[in-house]
């Protein structure tokens, strides 16, 4: 059965960095575009990055962009949201997905078809 598990989302300070990972079973991330979104209390899910490792093309929101890198480690599969610069804008639940067809932009939710449940990312001082 395929599976994404996300790790890593906690409380931080404005300025500080935190690393998310998801880390897939039953199914080869390699083969897969890879995409982090979030969603913040009262608002609708937001697109943070996608990435296709079969076009080697990569989007970032502008909210995140400079700040944020997604990256994969194919040996572990497994996928990681590196987030520096933190600030109170960028709490919130965050997700992992993964789909077959390459990234045109960051995409819809809708477009996705494997979810990980999500972890919390908490900024405040």
């Given at each position: 059965?395929?599976?994404?598990?996300?790790?890593?989302?906690?409380?931080?300070?404005?300025?500080?960095?935190?690393?998310?990972?998801?880390?897939a079973?039953?199914?080869?991330?390699g083969?897969?575009?890879?995409?982090?979104?979030?969603?913040a209390?009262?608002?609708?899910r937001?697109?943070?990055?996608?990435?296709?490792?079969?076009?080697?093309?990569?989007?970032?929101?502008?909210?995140?962009?400079?700040?944020?890198?997604?990256s994969?480690d194919?040996?572990?599969n497994?996928?990681?949201l590196?987030?520096?610069?933190?600030n109170?804008e960028?709490?919130?639940v965050?997700?992992c997905?993964?789909?077959?067809?390459?990234?045109?932009?960051?995409?819809?939710p809708?477009?996705?078809?494997?979810?990980?449940?999500?972890?919390?990312?908490t900024?405040?001082?």
């Open positions: 059965q395929e599976q994404l598990v996300e790790s890593g989302g906690a409380l931080v300070q404005p300025g500080g960095s935190l690393r998310l990972s998801c880390a079973s039953g199914f080869t991330l083969d897969y575009t890879i995409a982090w979104f979030r969603q209390p009262g608002k609708e937001e697109g943070v990055s996608c990435s296709s490792s079969s076009t080697g093309r990569t989007y970032y929101a502008d909210s995140v962009k400079g700040r944020f890198t997604i994969r194919n040996a572990k497994t996928i990681y590196q987030m520096n610069s933190l109170l960028d709490t919130a965050y997700y997905a993964a789909r077959r067809l390459i990234c045109v932009g960051l995409g819809s809708s477009a996705f078809g494997f979810w990980g449940q999500g972890t919390q990312v900024v405040s001082s």
